[in-house]
């Protein structure tokens, strides 16, 4: 497998640097070589005894699923957190879970493209922590870093400066509108704190560390809050 994935990358890295290409059509050649390429790997697999085959289809398998399920529950953690905070506020007043339910409409919007980064961060920084571009790693992990905590920032700013206003495009109760004006000025301050878990969690997936992750969103959907 790992013969498989060098010969496909082999001429997208050399040297450290990505080759800088200018586009050009697919030729038949091409075609023929990556059929050829695939040709080779399926003989290979055929040529393994099962035995064999079996133990590595279950090596992958565990390193697929060692990944996969911190995953999914890094995605429902957010979910199980606000079923909780619903039903400790319903507890005091109505007004509480409205503003919850406002807030989480709210921090959508930054976290969304955050989220988005961190998507297109996951594959890149695992094809160069795999060629051993320790270098590049960091950057990216820096260059994401930066651009995350400038979305937390500018939702900081718009949060402090205009509570009020964005809750009133949810709400036009003026108990809800205080409350939740009060409420998002103190929530907002952990934007930008927030950028470290997101990044770090997600800059771990991508690296094959899914339960250290875990350990990462878990410290802050629960230890933390």
Not at 178 to 196: E, K, N
């Amino acid at each position: 497998m790992r013969g498989i994935i060098a010969g496909l990358f082999h001429d997208l890295f050399r040297n450290g640097e990505v080759e800088q290409r200018k586009p050009r059509r697919v030729e038949d050649g091409d075609l023929v070589g990556a059929r050829a390429t695939l040709l080779r790997a399926e003989q290979h697999l055929a040529d393994l005894p099962r035995d064999v085959l079996a133990r590595h289809v279950a090596a992958l398998d565990g390193k697929l699923y060692a990944i996969g399920v911190p995953a999914i529950l890094n995605l429902a953690l957010p979910s199980v957190l606000i079923t909780f905070l619903n039903s400790l506020l319903a507890v005091y007043s109505q007004s509480y879970v409205v503003v919850l339910g406002i807030y989480y409409k709210l921090q959508t919007f930054l976290y969304l493209p955050a989220n988005g980064i961190v998507q297109g961060l996951r594959p890149i920084i695992g094809y160069n922590y795999g060629a051993g571009e320790y270098d590049r790693v960091k950057k990216l992990y820096r260059t994401s870093m930066g651009m995350c905590a400038a979305i937390m920032a500018a939702g900081t700013v718009l949060c402090l400066a205009l509570s009020g206003q964005l809750i009133g495009l949810f709400s036009s109760n003026a108990e809800t509108i205080a409350i939740g004006t009060s409420a998002l000025r103190i929530i907002c301050v952990g934007f930008i704190v927030s950028t470290i878990s997101v990044v770090a969690s997600g800059s771990l997936e991508g690296l094959g560390m899914g339960v250290q992750s875990l350990v990462i969103s878990l410290c802050r959907y629960i230890v933390v809050i």
